[in-house]
């Protein structure tokens, strides 16, 4: 094409130049420059066109080659994500804890004991508004405690369930709120406790029953039936309770949370509900059968206040119990403060509160098993430390000073001491 514009070109200034024999010497010269000019423009508009053809068809062959490999691809990775999908529904958590303890007291041989608490659970969310949960952790089947003493010549350990729940916040369409929700099975306590307070619930406690709880921008509020026994072939019967509270932010270093709650425990005139121990709380002979002696109905008020103090958390803390049905021995408190707090490597806390429970406060057996030996009817000090040496490990010592068996006549100098190295994962 480009040789026959050429000579249609050539031609036509030829016979132009025939026709006109008056064109001169100059206009001629100049006629035959454009011509060259034109021609160098059509041999470089023709190269161009060549290299734009030639790079069409390899980006074509390209295009279609890595399409079809890129459509592989991503079937694979579809079939691979389907068939892992479930993995990103379910995480794992736990931590485990080595202890060494040593206690004291008045009329007993001094004690030493090394032990361990292994907790793991697996939570899977089946849906956006579902959680499941399953959990074991090392002990026996005592409601307060996971520990395990080392020892008995190597022997196995046992292995409980500790956790198996299922939780639920699809409530909102139905009541309106946002963050409410429903969980039922055994679970981890819901209800809110001032500085993880032992006062009326043991930290390791899991009531078995039904929860319900609702939080707001301030406020919230949780009700809770727990088990005692669910089978009415064994006398049936069960804790219900409530809570309100509030969380509010003075300043903006100054935040202020309070609560209140009430607890019903149907225990008078019941034998021992675990291990033929009364744990603190008075009994009476009733029909030839050691009872409980009153029912536990709590009124349980709560306060924090916290700041910064020397650019690190402070608070201060207490909690407040009391039994209306017991004629004595009927109330308990602690107050403490906390400077520090531990979440990362290198972070540090400190920890110091008093307590005073009487023998009928609160039920002895969910009570704090450390504490003066666990359960009711008890007294003193507990100073406390820990520091991070990782984000996920921690080191800490607990010292308890005082006195048990206050009330009810067998008082009884008391001192632990607890060592601790804990892991998180």
Known sequence: MKKAISIAVVSALFGSTGANAAVSDAEWEQLKAQFAAMSDRMNTLEAENQELREQGAVQGMVTVDDLAATNAEVATLKAQNISTSWAEKMKWKGDFRYRY????????????RNRIRARAALIAKPSATTEVGLGLATGGDDPVSTNQTLGGGGSTKDLRLDLAYFKWTGMEELTGLENIYLTAGKFKNPYYVVQKSSLIWDGDFRPEGIAAGWTGDIFFAIAEYNFIESDSKNDDDGIWGTQIGAKF???????????????DIPSKGRGAIYDDDFFGNT?????????????????????EVAFNLFDMPFVVYGDYVEN??????????????KLGKVKKKGSWQLQYQYEDLE??????????????????DGEGHKVSGKYALDDKWSIGATYFDGNRGVD?????DYQRLMLDTIFKY
């Open 359 to 376: 023998a009928n406060a609160t039920l002895g057996m969910v009570t704090d098993s450390d504490f003066m030996g666990g359960g009711t």
């Open 408 to 412: 009810l006549g067998d008082d009884a």
């Open 283 to 303: 009994s009476v002979i009733k029909d030839g059968v050691e009872v409980y002696e009153y029912d536990y109905k709590l009124y349980n008020l709560s306060l």
């Open 249 to 263: 932010s003075l300043f903006d270093n100054l935040h202020l949370t309070t609560s209140a709650k009430y607890l």
């Open 101 to 112: 303890e040593d206690i004291e007291q008045d009329g007993k041989d001094d004690r030493d």
């Open 324 to 337: 209306d049905d017991a004629d004595d021995y009927e109330t308990g408190y602690l107050a403490g403060i």
